[in-house]
């Protein structure tokens, strides 16, 4: 696996990326050819007929339940001097590669997937805490966390099977979903999925649910318990591609193929799984992903396969702004895999009524004479215009990770001599507050890395690990994760 900084920190060149895919051992989605009329808006929304109208209410602020989706405040630490607070690694075969799909942390305990297995470290210590191991991979995983530190995963409940190289069906099905506890290990509960050889699976969460979509459908089930709340199944052409939660449900459906593909973003009750609004993603547009569920965010990629504009809905969903960020200016970190999560532009944070994305990192001979590496800007999701830049320092990009309260959390990358930081930047005044400092010698690239911010501590974890491809390397340790914290 390849570490270090690169030309540029958090983009990689179109061939690096190629490789990067040839080298993963994904699940295999069978191919559909499958002759499909154009069908007209009418007729395809339609197939996911509205629910009730929505409330005229706005959603309030309320205290924190233990199962509502936490959003942690970071404070300030009295010294923000760093030091290793995990250091993951593992050594695979030759051209063995495998995934390594989530990621999570909270005071207590650092958590990572890999293969068939979740990995707990005792924070302080970087010791493992525990292990939790499935028959199969796990193969997706929600990056959302309850206030009492629970959170979800889909796994193979079959040990993996041999195939034929050239046969395109799945080796096994992600058939299980489960929730555990990230500070013990333990597996609260699992359930059986309601169909078999299950492709394209995703999952995520929100206050009291945990909800599963694949090809043919989707359904939710009780935090508690594991109960089944609802299903849906795919009518005609359409299916549940995935949802964004987290204070709210959004459903992404997906209505024929190739040139008659066709999108369609609906709020979601998330107690019966009926449709409270419909926004439909306008014709030619190649993908789609769910940035925020509240308010609702959607990326599209218009003209190729790369995100290219931000668009903000209403409590409604009707349509507020439209924001151009293309991929060669703008690091949105959408993801461009088949495969790749629908719920997962990571390099864009929502919150206070704007939406922050960083620039493409500047060439570093053009940095290194004065000009800023990169900003992060913020945008107006009411109008969609840029309200102001925090600029980075000289030759050290920054990236926004997530919101704290009112402010946001950026990370500051090293180059050269330089520490790596972790910041705190207040949205009316630009001012920034260093959360922490530490030195790292390699780390992820951006574009390919769950990067977490959690109770002053940051970590880096790789979404896949690939093994050594000759004999030289065999014994050499591979990275899967690395923290840092003051304590």
């Known amino acids: 696996m390849s570490f270090g900084p690169p030309p540029s920190i958090y983009t990689q060149s179109a061939v690096e990326a190629e490789n990067r895919k040839k080298r993963r051992k994904l699940i295999t989605f069978a191919a559909v050819a499958t002759a499909v009329a154009v ?46 607070a995990v250091d993951y690694r593992t050594k695979l075969k030759v051209n063995q590669n495998l995934d390594a799909w989530g990621t999570w942390a909270t ?59 050239n046969d395109t069906a799945p080796g096994q099905s992600c058939d299980q979903l489960a929730m555990f506890d990230i500070d013990t290990g333990k597996q609260l509960w699992h359930v059986k999925l309601p169909r078999n050889g299950l492709m394209g699976i995703t999952v995520t969460s929100m206050k009291g649910k945990v909800v599963a979509a694949w090809d043919a459908g989707s359904a939710a089930y009780a935090m508690a318990d594991g109960k089944l709340l609802w299903s849906h199944e795919a009518q005609s052409f359409c299916k549940d591609s995935g ?104 390099g864009v944070v929502v919150g206070n009524g704007q939406l922050y994305v960083a620039t493409a990192p500047r060439e570093f001979g053009t940095a290194a004479r004065g000009q800023a590496a990169n900003e992060i800007v913020a945008f107006d999701l009411a109008t969609g215009k840029s309200l102001r830049k925090f600029d980075a320092k000289s030759s050290r990009p920054i990236y926004p990770i997530r919101m704290s309260g009112d402010r946001l959390i950026a990370y500051r990358a090293a180059v050269g001599d330089a520490l790596n ?20 010698d390699s780390l992820p690239l951006l574009d390919d890395a769950d990067v977490r911010f959690e109770h002053g501590r940051i970590f880096f974890a790789v979404t896949t690990v690939a093994g050594p491809a000759g004999k030289d390397g065999e014994g050499d340790s591979e990275t899967v994760a690395e923290g840092f914290g003051t304590g």
């Not at 706005?58 to 923000?80: G, K, L």
């Not at 193979?156 to 099977?161: F, I, L, R, Y």
């Open 39 to 84: 069908l007209c808006a009418g007729v395809w929304a339609l197939s996911y007929a509205a629910g009730d109208s929505p409330s005229d209410r706005r959603p309030v602020a309320a205290r924190q339940n233990p199962d509502d989706i936490r959003d942690t405040v970071e404070r300030p630490p009295a010294s923000p001097e760093g030091t290793t």
């Open 107 to 165: 005071d207590k305990t650092f958590a990572k997937t890999l293969d068939n297995r979740i990995t707990g470290f005792r924070i302080g210590t970087g010791q493992v805490a525990w292990k939790l191991a499935f028959p199969g991979a796990v193969c997706a995983a929600t990056r959302h966390v309850t206030v009492d530190g629970r959170t979800a995963m889909v796994f193979s409940g079959e040990a993996p099977q041999k195939v034929d190289p």
């Open 421 to 440: 930081a972790a910041m705190s930047i207040d949205p009316a005044t630009g001012k920034q507050t260093v959360l922490l400092v530490f030195n790292a």
């Open 243 to 346: 949802y964004a939660g987290g204070k709210a449900l959004v459903r992404l459906v997906t209505c024929g193929s190739g040139t008659n593909k066709r999108f369609l973003v609906q709020g979601t009750n998330p107690a019966t799984g009926k449709s409270e609004w419909n926004y439909q993603v306008a014709p030619g547009v190649e993908d789609v992903r769910l940035v925020s569920s509240s308010p609702a965010v959607v990326a599209v990629a218009a003209g190729d396969m790369y995100v290219s504009d931000l668009i903000s809905l209403s409590d409604r969903g009707t349509h507020r702004a439209s924001i151009s960020v293309p991929h060669d200016k703008y690091a949105t970190k959408c993801g461009t895999d088949v495969t790749d999560p629908i719920e997962n532009c990571e």
